[in-house]
């Protein structure tokens, strides 16, 4: 007996890629920063926040952030003026797309409830998933605690 034949067969199939959304897949609602000892300075670093352009249409998006309150953790008191606050990207990693038109900006000196441009994609560019890490810094003078909660919210458009 000799060995078995081997057949290939082949098929054309057709693919069609759905437009999808612009969204915020993940995205962190509050985050604890800890102070720097022996400063008036709170730091945190967060890495959940995860967008998803899957329009299709290469519009480029930008991401907006508001920190809308800090409070102390004892006691949950708000914490009141004066407050400086600083964000800054620290990472941003993309899957099954390119960083190519992705800018970071780095807004400092900006107030509660006061929204900032942190990333963007430039038209043209931003089409897939990526996810950001990011660093918060608030200066907080007349805040004696350990640590301090920032509630978040974040815009996509």
Not at 101 to 107: D, E, I, K, S, V
Not at 128 to 136: A, C, N, R
């Given at each position: 007996p000799g060995a078995p034949a081997s057949a290939t067969a082949s098929q054309a199939i057709g693919v069609t890629i759905e437009p999808g959304p612009l969204v915020l897949v993940r995205e962190p609602a509050k985050v604890v920063l800890r102070r720097v000892p022996g400063t008036s300075t709170f730091r945190a670093t967060f890495?959940?926040?995860r967008l998803t352009d899957a329009r299709?249409?290469?519009n480029g998006w930008k991401v907006e952030l508001a920190v809308t309150?800090?409070?102390t953790e004892q006691g949950w008191r708000p914490v009141h003026r004066p407050v400086w606050l600083s964000?800054?990207?620290q990472r941003v990693v993309a899957m099954a797309?390119?960083?190519r038109?992705?800018?970071?900006?780095?807004?400092s000196g900006f107030?509660?409830?006061t929204p900032v441009r942190v990333v963007s994609a430039a038209r043209g560019t931003g089409n897939?998933?990526?996810?950001?890490?990011?660093?918060?810094v608030a200066k907080l003078p007349t805040v004696h605690a350990k640590s301090v909660v920032a509630d978040l919210s974040f815009a996509l458009t």
């Open positions: 890495r959940d926040l299709g249409i290469r309150s800090i409070r964000a800054r990207v797309a390119s960083t038109g992705l800018r970071a900006t780095t807004p107030a509660p409830r897939g998933s990526f996810d950001v890490t990011m660093e918060l």
